[in-house]
């Protein structure tokens, strides 16, 4: 199947910039969407930002203007730039693909990478 490896998280004064990585490995025949969400302690997970296999993107109303979302097809990589973070970006970052293979297709999810934002 799918293993999903997060990487980039830490911890950043408010105003300053991260930028989470997800490298997607196994036998691999397509990966129809990519995305980034985050869930906060006592809070629901939540979509943050997704990519289409044809590029299309989207984002939650919180983070238009300062996430971006990118996709590296050839290497099957996920990026998020982060900037003009605020301490309410705090969170677990998690990658989610969907994705098909010999085994099907799932839409299994990352480790999660910690991001805190110090005020």
């Known amino acids: 199947q799918v293993q999903l490896v997060e990487s980039g998280g830490g911890l950043v004064q408010a105003g300053g910039s991260l930028r989470l990585s997800c490298a997607a490995s196994?036998?691999?025949?397509?990966?129809?969407?990519m995305g980034w969400y985050r869930q906060a302690p006592g809070k629901q997970r939540e979509l943050v930002a997704s990519?289409?296999?044809?590029?299309?993107?989207t984002y939650v109303d919180s983070v238009k203007g300062r996430f971006t979302i990118s996709r590296d097809s050839a290497k099957n990589t996920l990026h998020q730039q982060m900037n003009s973070l605020k301490p309410e970006d705090t969170a677990v970052y998690y990658c989610?693909?969907?994705?098909?293979?010999?085994?099907?297709?799932?839409?299994?999810w990352g480790q999660g990478t910690q991001v805190t934002v110090s005020s």
């Open positions: 196994g036998i691999i025949f397509s990966i129809h969407a």
């Open positions: 989610n693909v969907d994705a098909s293979g010999p085994w099907g297709r799932r839409s299994p």
């Open positions: 990519i289409t296999s044809g590029g299309r993107t």
